[in-house]
């Protein structure tokens, strides 16, 4: 689990390749991102870059602007 603060949302990600956003304030879920069908391994948020970094079990690395 990532927490972004200047969004105040929680991210999950799965083995299903998506990554989950929860509002939080009440944990809701907002959105559901789907990367691929490869399973998330780590994810880390970069507040200088404004940016979400995701690994997979494909060794590959996806990147997301978490200002859109």
Do not use: E
Request: one cysteine or more; hydrophobic letters at 40%; aromatic letters at 12%.
């Amino acid at each position: 689990m990532t927490y972004l603060p200047p969004l105040d949302k929680y991210v999950t990600c799965g083995r299903d390749g998506a990554f989950r956003v929860w509002a939080g304030k009440d944990l809701q879920h907002c959105r559901t991102v789907a990367t691929g069908s490869s399973w998330i391994t780590d994810a880390v948020y970069l507040p200088a870059a404004g940016r979400m970094v995701l690994a997979g079990m494909d060794n590959a690395l996806s990147y997301y602007d978490v200002t859109r």
